[in-house]
Every structure is written in C-alpha cells, then in structure tokens.
C-alpha cells in the first residue's frame, strides 16, 4: 500500500513559473525521498531529506519536511520544459538496513513553453 | 545511463508462461531492490536483497520468485503469467542498505502478457 500521497495530482504551469507539489506520510520516517521519471524510463533520485532536517536546496530544487504534520513539499523554481515528468514522494520507514522505500502515486507535471 | 542495466527492455508473452527478467546493480552497491509499476497500483515493492541475502519482501505474489547472485546481478522470475502481470518491472540499486540512501533504478522491463 502508499505510503505517501503526493498532491496534486497533476499540475499545469508555464515555463519560468514555480511549481510546488505536496507529498503528504502515514507513519514515522527515517528519511523522504524525491524522484522524477520521465514517461516510461525509470525513476531519477532527485533529493533526499532525514527526519532531523526541516529543509534542503538542490540547484532549483528545494525541499522541507513537517514530521510534526507529517508532509512534505518540492518546489522548483524557475521551470523549464524539461521539466516535465511524473514526480514521486518516497518514504523510508524507521527499520534500518531491512527498510524499504515505499512510493506514492506521483505527481504529473507538465511545463509549457 | 544510470548504471543499473536491465535487460530484456520489452517482453511479450502468453499468459502461462515464465519469464526471466535480469538486472545488474551499479559498480559498488551491494542492495537491489525489485519494484513493478502499473498504472492501477503505481509502484509497488516487490523484493529487496543485500549481497545475496533477501532482506525484505514486499507485495510479491508466490509465483514470483527472485535471487542476487554472487556477482551481485539478481533475476525476478515470474511464473504461470497472468494478465494483470503486465506492467513495467524496475530494479534499482543502493550503496547504502535498506532506504537509508537514494536509489538508481534501471530503464525497466516493460512485460506484456497477451
């Protein structure tokens, strides 16, 4: 079953615009991840969070967790067309070596030019 | 190229029948994990070894079955195929073991039973 349910499901937006997407867990977590696939090719790690960290920067990706709330988001900032994809949330339950990461059903994005 | 090699890349096949599917991790990780992905279900995890050792399943059916050998590439074989098997099969790879790292996925094995 999910673990993580992204929101929304799909999102539209122009090219230069952000483009924020939620990602919303049931249980404790030791870290959450974010992926990109493009259609029909495998999935891409894009960012990595742990449970201690509220906040995190890639290039112009950033990410923060709320484990009080328990969700998380991805922003990325000044959008190309490249990025258009199917972005999933991915969170790694509490069990050291023997845990496994559980993805939600992802976001699709789509950036016009 | 990610590193994670799978192969074959597309498979067709009749229902009943048992296929193979192979994927060979990044230089260096130890772990593979095998996931499927369908449009209904999304990406579920199936299986995941470290150094040949399974370490965790998932939502895997009986009829598949899968091993990491000591060259560390692993193979899923599923069994007495089923329509509903359809769907792309992912392997990815980890340095770290369980999720405490990222993960590379391969390009995938999409399986069509017909």
């Known amino acids: 079953s999910q673990q993580g349910e992204e929101d929304p499901q799909a999102l539209s937006i122009q090219e230069g615009e952000n483009a924020t997407m939620n990602c919303s867990y049931k249980?404790?977590?030791?870290?959450l991840q974010w992926y990109r696939q493009n259609s029909g090719r495998g999935l891409v790690h894009l960012i990595l969070i742990r449970s201690n960290e509220r906040e995190k920067h890639s290039g112009r990706l950033r990410v923060t967790l709320d484990t009080s709330k328990k969700s998380s988001s991805l922003l990325i900032t000044a959008s190309r067309a490249a990025d258009t994809a199917s972005y999933f949330c991915a969170t790694a339950a509490i069990g050291g070596a023997n845990s496994k990461l559980t993805f939600g059903k992802g976001i699709t994005l789509s950036v016009r030019p | 190229d990610s590193g994670v090699t799978q192969t074959p890349k597309h498979l067709i096949t009749a229902t009943g029948q048992r296929v193979t599917l192979r994927c060979s991790p990044r230089?260096?990780?130890?772990?593979v994990y095998w996931y499927q992905q369908s449009l209904d279900q999304g990406l579920q995890f199936l299986i995941q070894y470290y150094n040949g050792e399974e370490r965790a399943k998932g939502n895997i059916l009986e009829r598949f079955s899968a091993q990491q050998f000591p060259d560390l590439h692993s193979e899923l074989n599923l069994s007495s195929l089923e329509l509903g098997d359809s769907a792309l099969y992912f392997c990815?790879?980890?340095?770290?073991?369980?999720?405490?790292?990222?993960?590379?996925f391969g390009s995938g094995t999409r399986l069509t039973v017909v």
């Open positions: 230089s260096g990780d130890l772990s």
């Open positions: 249980t404790s977590i030791n870290n």
């Open positions: 990815a790879s980890s340095t770290l073991q369980g999720a405490m790292g990222g993960y590379t």
